[in-house]
């Protein structure tokens, strides 16, 4: 909760992990999310096969109306959607931020640069790099809109401007949200070196003024 602001920023994943960032921003009814990975600990004993072993290893978080609601859960339900406009954006490829897609409610669109979208429909072509779609069709990745480089996508309240940064994941990007009372910006996996130096230095500049997750 924030003193004297309606907006409201949740961090459900992430905080004491490389990875696994899953945070949520809302506005009365309008709420977004960024990103969609899960935890990653390639030393485990036992690998996690589907989302129920996610959630019951605590490497991903049951959230409300998030998930595909055809895929069957024991010991999770959720409670009435109270959100009117819901919307996931994601900054980059990587597993860390990107893995648990799939099992997205299909209900809710997910946005991304172009390029993420390109390479992420490219890497997953054997089925093999994302968690697998419960109902397969003849995709083997969920429906993405991708956007353009410094495009404002509305949410119902929030506004989200998706701007290039510089990273070692083709098509990585960073958000500037705006709420009625708030401008937050996330810089996603950053760096100052590189191909995209330019584009990070203006994403920079753009947050200035705001609060920076």
């Known amino acids: 909760m924030l003193k004297d602001k309606k907006t409201k ?5 992430g905080i004491l992990t490389i990875g696994g960032t899953i945070i949520e921003i809302a506005y009365e009814d309008s709420r977004i999310f960024f990103d969609f990975g899960s935890e990653y600990d390639p030393a485990s004993p036992h690998q996690p096969k589907d989302l129920q072993d996610l959630l019951d290893m605590n490497l991903v978080p ?12 024991k010991g999770y339900e959720s409670k009435e959607d109270k959100f009117k406009d819901t ?60 956007v353009k480089e410094n495009e404002v996508v509305q949410v119902g309240k929030i506004k989200v401007k998706v701007m290039p940064v510089d990273h070692d994941a ?13 401008v937050i910006s996330y810089t996603g996996d950053i760096r100052l070196h590189g191909y995209r130096k330019d584009a990070t230095l203006n994403f920079c500049k753009e947050s200035e003024n705001c609060d920076v997750l």
Do not use: C, W
């Open 87 to 146: 919307a996931v954006f994601l900054s980059h490829v990587h597993l860390d931020h990107s893995k648990i897609i799939n099992y997205l409610n299909p209900s809710v669109p997910l946005y991304m640069l172009e390029g993420t979208k390109s390479l992420l429909n490219t890497l997953n072509i054997n089925n093999d790099f994302l968690f697998p779609l419960h109902n397969q069709g003849e995709s083997n990745v969920r429906e993405i809109n991708g």
């Open 170 to 182: 083709y098509g990585a990007s960073g958000l500037l949200i705006e709420t009625p009372d708030l």
């Open 9 to 13: 920023i949740t961090f459900h994943n």
């Open 62 to 73: 049951y959230l409300d109306n998030m998930f595909d609601p055809s895929i069957e859960l």
